[in-house]
């Protein structure tokens, strides 16, 4: 069966649909909303959040403050100090009195000179390891022509006085080559706070290091150096102790030997800890010298400041 006009029923209906589909699509143009992308505006710098520098590290600064009678002063407050990087001061962010555990090299002249002295020496040693509390530990450095490490890192001191009792002096003076061998140990330490206790009656006369040398050793390994210096020619451990805020004690009568190893070990429990983020920080691998000094009101009482003089930055 035929129909008639077919052709142009079907060419009416593909025209009705066309407009159909065209009327639909714009009506849904008009209706939905416009979007427009607008590319985010970067904040100029004045109206940027502050940034931290994560590279700064807080520099620590021990100092010990004594009266006129060495007696260690500890009722100070962050107040009564002022600390200062060059000519710039800083501000004290941390305070505290150091009560840490410390790790301790003793190095100890077993030279000819020290012959009609070891046996008071012994007993100097001995005292001080009694103020020992729980978690320091300590290590021997012998000395005389070379220096020998004798007894490693132990938690024991009856281990070091074992070995002090075998000393028979004999010999030259390496005292800077003693120092750099403790210092080089002071690696394998487990407590961050590390001292030296250097007990000698004379100069050096048979090291290979320099003092110079040895005094940047100690400052690059924050190791701080009590010393007791028997009789004369102290200068040198005088300055080693002052720069790396430790202490010093000069002996003229072996019979005083009692109260300054009570004194020296009282100076080395007793610290105040200053720590600041320079002002000026940089890592620039230099050192940095640094000064303490006490408020007008704690300086008028006539006491006595010794602290560590500087750091190396690292790179």
Excluded at 1 to 19: E, H, I, P
Excluded at 34 to 61: C, F, G, W, Y
Excluded at 130 to 151: A, H, M, N, Y
Excluded at 228 to 244: M, V
Aim: with cysteine; proline share 5%.
């Amino acid at each position: 069966m035929q129909f008639r006009g077919s052709n142009n029923v079907v060419t009416g209906f593909v025209l009705f649909a066309f407009f159909v589909t065209a009327f639909a699509t714009s009506a849904f143009c008009q209706d939905t909303p416009q979007v427009n992308i607008v590319p985010r505006v970067r904040p100029t710098p004045e109206h940027s959040a502050p940034s931290i520098r994560l590279d700064v590290k807080m520099v620590m600064i021990p100092a010990n403050v004594t009266d006129m009678q060495d007696r260690p002063k500890l009722d100070l407050h962050r107040e009564d100090f002022h600390l200062f990087e060059g000519a710039i001061e800083q501000k004290i962010e941390s305070f505290a009195i150091d009560q840490a555990p410390v790790s301790l090299g003793i190095v100890f002249d077993a030279s000819g000179s020290m012959r009609n002295k070891i046996d008071k020496s012994f007993s100097a040693v001995e005292q001080f390891l009694k103020t020992s509390l729980p978690g320091d530990e300590f290590f021997l450095v012998q000395f005389s022509d070379v220096p020998k490490l004798r007894i490693p890192f132990t938690p024991d001191a009856d281990d070091i006085m074992a070995s002090l009792s075998l000393v028979q002096p004999q010999g030259w003076t390496a005292m800077f080559d003693a120092i750099c061998l403790a210092v080089n140990q002071m690696r394998f330490a487990k407590n961050p706070r590390k001292a030296l206790l250097i007990l000698s009656d004379g100069g050096d006369n048979n090291s290979r290091y320099s003092g110079g040398e040895v005094i940047n050793l100690l400052r690059e390994a924050d190791v701080r150096v009590y010393a007791l210096g028997l009789f004369d020619n102290a200068r040198y451990l005088k300055k080693a102790a002052e720069d790396t805020g430790g202490a010093m004690a000069v002996i003229h009568h072996l019979n005083d030997l009692p109260d300054a190893i009570d004194k020296l070990s009282t100076q080395l429990r007793s610290q105040y800890l200053l720590g600041y983020y320079p002002v000026q920080g940089q890592n620039d691998g230099k050192f940095h010298k640094v000064k303490v000094l006490l408020s007008e009101a704690a300086g008028s009482l006539k006491l006595h400041t010794s602290w560590r003089h500087g750091y190396y930055a690292p790179y």
